[in-house]
């Protein structure tokens, strides 16, 4: 079947091959209220012949909330090996980003970052308690400021959540930000702050991932970094990673995969992206016993 794709606000068409049937599948828009009673926006998708809707469905939650970047819901072709294996899969169009307007982003940034990562919360308790999914089958992925949004979450509420994949993680916020010989970041100080004021200091402090890690368990964690990567040094997450392997209390799984020749936007080329879907997708069921333990 050949259905319409997206891709940096391109669209185009691409044949889905394996008998796709866009008539299986099921999507919905819900709405969370967060913890200042501001509405939040959900978009779901499933498959309707495998989703039971008890709660007993893996679920895959993924967020960004930043520099007001509309995180829309399009078609991906990928996407498809996990709901046909009966994942549910959802975008909390948290604030921070652009979905809602400009004052959407205005409330998820600077010294009102942390409606990013509550709004977030929000989501995910919204989805437990109508029963897409459980607390022991749900999953979360964001990348770079999502990948900062997934550090957040994890030290706010790491009881929530079953496994999360942070992408070229930005989690050393206020070292990055303290140091203005980084290309970066004079210009990133419009949307997180300068650290040079104390006021913006200790808020940054008060949610940077790398320094809130602390004595406690933490689910199943995939964090990935591209050597190369110009925007967030492949250092930020290594030094996450050493701060949990040295901190957290529980013995579940945490892997860190760098990619020596990728950068930012991970590995180029068609079929090598392909494969790093493959590798996470295969990395969440593996912690959710979906496949056996030689596959």
């Known amino acids: 079947m050949v259905v319409l794709d997206q891709f940096d606000n391109l669209m185009y068409f691409i044949q889905v091959l394996g008998g796709f049937d866009a008539s299986n599948y099921v999507t919905e828009r819900k709405w969370v209220t967060a913890s200042d009673g501001t509405q939040i926006p959900m978009s779901i998708v499933y498959n309707k012949k495998l989703a039971k809707l008890d709660g007993s469905d893996p679920l895959l939650l993924y967020g960004y909330g930043s520099y007001e970047i509309s995180v829309d819901p399009y078609f991906k072709a990928s996407r498809l090996s996990l709901l046909d294996r009966g994942f549910i899969y959802v975008i909390a169009h948290i604030r921070g980003g652009g979905e809602m307007g400009r004052q959407w982003y205005e409330n998820g940034k600077l010294l009102k970052k942390k409606n990013t990562f509550t709004d977030f919360i929000a989501c995910a308790e919204y989805l437990i308690e109508n029963k897409y999914c459980s607390k022991e089958k749900l999953c979360i992925e964001g990348r770079s400021a999502g990948g900062?949004?997934?550090?957040?979450?994890?030290?706010?509420?790491?009881?929530?959540?079953?496994?999360?994949?942070?992408?070229?993680?930005?989690?050393?916020?206020?070292?990055?930000?303290?140091?203005?010989?980084i290309p970066l970041t004079?210009?990133?100080?419009?949307?997180?702050?300068?650290?040079?004021?104390?006021?913006?200091?200790?808020?940054?402090?008060?949610?940077?991932?790398?320094?809130?890690?602390?004595?406690?368990?933490?689910?199943?964690?995939?964090?990935?970094?591209?050597?190369?990567?110009?925007?967030?040094?492949y250092s930020e997450p290594a030094k996450w990673v050493a701060k949990l392997r040295e901190t957290k209390t529980d013995n579940n799984i945490l892997?860190?995969?760098?990619e020596i020749g990728a950068g930012h936007f991970s590995k180029s080329g068609r079929f090598e992206k392909l494969q790093e879907d493959a590798f996470i997708f295969a990395f969440m069921m593996k912690v959710l016993d979906m496949i056996p333990a030689s596959g």
């Open 186 to 233: 004079t210009s990133e100080w419009e949307e997180w702050g300068d650290p040079r004021k104390e006021e913006f200091y200790n808020y940054m402090k008060s949610y940077s991932p790398v320094d809130n890690v602390t004595a406690q368990n933490y689910p199943n964690i995939l964090i990935t970094a591209g050597l190369n990567d110009p925007r967030v040094m």
């Open 255 to 258: 892997l860190f995969k760098c």
């Open 148 to 181: 900062l949004l997934m550090g957040a979450v994890l030290n706010m509420r790491p009881d929530l959540f079953k496994v999360a994949v942070a992408g070229v993680p930005f989690v050393d916020v206020l070292t990055t930000m303290l140091d203005p010989t």
